[in-house]
């Protein structure tokens, strides 16, 4: 009974767990400012939409030229 209650929590932490991390996650993409991460190297390794928009426009700036 005790592990069976104890699988129950962990299955109950992990739901809000992932509840979370899905919030956060929308927060981040959906924010009115560009957001990216880059990694120690100055890579660009994630973006949320509006920084994949903002590049995208300035590629189309520069390529324009």
């Known amino acids: 009974i005790a592990n069976a209650n104890l699988e129950l929590r962990v299955e109950q932490r992990t739901r809000e767990l992932q ?3 899905d919030e956060v996650r929308f927060l ?4 009115p400012c560009g957001h990216h991460s880059i990694d120690p190297n ?3 390794i994630a973006r949320n939409l509006r920084g ?6 300035l ?3 520069f390529d324009k030229k």
Do not use: F, P, Q, R
């Open 28 to 31: 981040y993409d959906h924010a």
């Open 19 to 21: 509840e979370s991390l």
């Open 42 to 44: 100055g890579v660009i």
């Open 59 to 61: 590629a189309e700036i």
């Open 52 to 57: 994949a928009a903002l590049e995208t426009k």
